[in-house]
């Protein structure tokens, strides 16, 4: 008994903690659920220092900027998600971060989970 309300428990929780990831729309799924091509638009804000085309930076003497182009939509909406709430806390991903809907988050993470397949030129 008790331990079946433990299992219910915990269950419930993790539903919550889905929940609160935003749409959470992209957890366990192969098939984003952002719309890649206002991710694609989006992407403005971001190609300066996300560059995907060889996965160069503008400004690699300042900081190394993490590949994010071919990242799993999940991951790259959980770290704009955290960027946001303040539980990663470099600044210029903060800043970027806070002006982000959650539908902006999916949309971008879909338009790099796509990789660098279909969006590189060369
Ligand atoms: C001013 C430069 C700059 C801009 C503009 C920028 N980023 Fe970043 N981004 C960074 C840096 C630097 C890091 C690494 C920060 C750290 O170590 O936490 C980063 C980290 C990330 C990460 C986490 C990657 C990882 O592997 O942990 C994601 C996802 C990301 N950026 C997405 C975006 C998106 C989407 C945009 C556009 C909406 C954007 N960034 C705009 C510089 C930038």
Same mark, same amino acid.
């Given at each position: ?20 990831? !935003?749409?959470? *729309? %992209?957890?366990?799924?192969? /098939? ?8 694609? #638009?989006?992407? @403005? &804000? ?23 182009? !071919?990242?799993? *939509? %999940?991951?790259?909406?959980? /770290? ?8 990663? #806390?470099?600044? @210029? &991903? ?29």
């Amino acid at each position: 008994m008790k331990r079946m309300r433990k299992a219910g428990l915990g269950m419930a929780s993790m539903l919550t903690l889905v929940a609160s990831l !935003g749409s959470g *729309a %992209a957890w366990g799924q192969t /098939a984003p659920a952002g719309d890649a091509a206002n991710g694609a #638009k989006l992407n @403005s &804000m971001c190609i300066g220092c996300h560059s995907i085309a060889g996965y160069k930076t503008a400004f690699p003497e300042v900081y190394s900027v993490p590949k994010i182009g !071919g990242q799993h *939509a %999940a991951y790259i909406v959980k /770290a704009l998600q955290a960027y946001k709430s303040g539980d990663r #806390k470099h600044p @210029s &991903m903060v800043g970027i971060a806070a002006s982000l809907s959650d539908k902006d988050m999916a949309d971008l993470a879909a338009y790099y989970s796509a990789g660098p397949g279909k969006t590189a030129s060369k």
